[in-house]
């Protein structure tokens, strides 16, 4: 619990962010180019720390429900390969809800 206690607490800081970017529209450039670099550190993070509950569940739980914690790593890139300017809303409204599905695998499973 205490390796998937972190995962639980960036996925939530992940949600936060990327919801308040998803319903708030920036006015000025700087506060937008503050609000990415929150974007990139929560996104890192919640790569970095569900990657380690991953391979934890697979390899020391021996729990088959790690593997989509795996797709939910790979989401983000799987995303943004197909994201567009004109579609970032959505995209990232689908981002969100992958978020969601890994913090209700790690709430469940773990």
Same mark, same amino acid.
């Given at each position: 619990?205490?390796?998937?206690?972190?995962?639980?607490?960036?996925?939530?800081?992940?949600?936060?962010?990327?919801?308040?970017?998803?319903?708030?529209?920036?006015?000025?450039?700087?506060?937008?180019?503050?609000?990415?670099?929150?974007?990139?550190?929560?996104? %890192?993070?919640?790569? $970095?720390?569900?990657?380690?509950? =991953?391979?934890? #569940?697979? *390899? /020391? +739980?021996?729990?088959?429900?790690? %593997?989509?914690?795996? $797709?939910?790593?790979?989401?983000? =890139?799987?995303? #943004?390969? *197909? /994201? +567009?300017?004109?579609?970032?809303?959505?995209?990232?409204?689908?981002?969100?809800?992958?978020?969601?599905?890994?913090?209700?695998?790690?709430?469940?499973?773990?």
């Amino acid at each position: 619990m205490y390796i998937v206690l972190p995962a639980i607490i960036v996925n939530i800081l992940a949600i936060i962010v990327l919801t308040i970017g998803l319903l708030y529209n920036f006015k000025e450039p700087k506060n937008k180019a503050i609000f990415g670099y929150w974007v990139v550190g929560s996104m %890192i993070l919640y790569i $970095l720390f569900l990657s380690i509950a =991953f391979v934890f #569940g697979v *390899f /020391v +739980k021996h729990n088959l429900y790690s %593997i989509i914690l795996l $797709l939910c790593v790979v989401s983000p =890139f799987a995303i #943004g390969k *197909f /994201v +567009k300017y004109e579609t970032l809303k959505k995209y990232t409204a689908a981002q969100i809800i992958c978020f969601v599905v890994s913090l209700a695998v790690l709430l469940l499973k773990f």
